[in-house]
């Protein structure tokens, strides 16, 4: 006669990552462990299922719960006694692997670096907008301008000089500086190396939420409009605040830190041959500066705001194609 064995099934409080955000949520999961064992280990179980086929057969699945690839990224839930005024009815599963990952977020080393580099390197990186109800915001980044500070006659801190309102420009890489225009709208710019430098965010190709993007958009405005299309949601600097929500709330914060605006690294490496550069827009009568090649943005995207017809007709006739 075989030897039964009774099991019971219970749940695990575990914690899992969100790809992408790096933000943790604890769910319950469901696990099969004999009657007679009390939070067993793998080596409790294998020193007990040595003659005994049915049990062997449960630690191999427990093992594989451990090593499966189908789950989200998991981690157990960290022990009572070492959270103080945690929740006691979570418990520690020792099925799981205990693994940190480090978040996906663009970090200080990645700010930290001069102007035009930066406004390069911000090409093809996500922004990403957490709304007050908890919706989120992709945008991926083709378009920017760079504003090199004290020498640069287009910049806000030309000669040096510092305000109140341009305080955030000379702050660590990575702050942002969020100023108004026209009494009404806001233009979004991020600090890099350099005193009084930063990076203008131009245009975004919309990821994610576009249907709160037009809501946004479309509260931004007094008067009533039609749909806007995808490709018209953050295409130009003001544009792409609206749809962010964002407004001089955010002046100062820190891409690195802040909870409600932050980056993630994109997804495909760009050669020279997908950048233009090009003059930078709506500068006025600035001499030499409103001539210089400060403006990026990514070649054939059809959410940039202003093409340059003629700068990548050149590229082209150098024989520089997009993703050669």
């Known amino acids: 006669m075989g030897i039964q064995m009774q099991v019971r099934v219970t749940r695990v409080p575990i914690k899992w990552v969100k790809p992408y955000t790096g933000e943790q949520e604890v769910s319950l999961m469901e696990v099969v462990i004999p009657n007679t064992m009390e939070d067993p280990t793998n080596d409790t179980i294998a020193s007990n299922c040595r003659t005994m086929p049915r049990k062997r057969k449960l630690l191999a699945q ?16 960290e022990q009572q006694n070492t959270t103080p005024g945690a929740d006691p009815s979570l418990k520690s599963s020792k099925y799981f692997v205990i693994e940190k990952k480090n978040s996906p977020q663009l970090q200080e080393d990645f700010f930290n670096q001069p102007c035009v580099s930066l406004a390069k390197s911000f090409l093809g990186q996500i922004l990403v907008r957490k709304l007050p109800d908890g919706r989120e915001l992709w945008g991926r980044i083709v378009e920017t301008e760079a504003y090199l500070g004290g020498e640069d006659e287009a910049s806000h801190s030309k000669g040096g000089k510092q305000t ?29 190396q350099g005193e009084g430098a930063a990076v203008l965010l131009r245009s975004l190709e919309p990821l994610q939420g576009l249907d709160a993007m037009r809501e946004l958009r479309r509260a931004s405005r007094k008067a009533p409009s039609r749909l806007l299309k995808d490709w018209q949601l953050c295409n130009g600097p003001s544009k792409l605040c609206q749809a962010f929500g964002i407004d001089k709330a955010f002046d100062q914060r820190d891409l690195t830190q ?33 001539q210089k090649p400060l403006r990026f943005y990514l070649r054939g995207n059809r959410f940039v705001s202003v093409v340059d017809k003629k700068t990548e007709r050149e590229m082209a006739a150098r024989g520089h194609s997009p993703g050669s």
């Open 62 to 77: 427990l093992s594989a719960l451990q090593n499966t690839s189908s789950f989200p990224e998991i981690s157990a839930v």
């Open 164 to 192: 109140q309102r341009n305080a955030a420009m000379f702050m660590k890489p990575g702050t942002l500086y969020v100023y108004q225009i026209y009494g009404i709208y806001f233009c979004m710019n991020v600090s890099s």
């Open 258 to 290: 802040d909870a409600a605006i932050w980056m993630l690294p994109g997804q495909d490496p760009l050669g020279e041959q997908d950048v233009v550069a090009t003059t930078r827009i709506g500068i006025g009568n600035r001499g030499e500066w409103a």
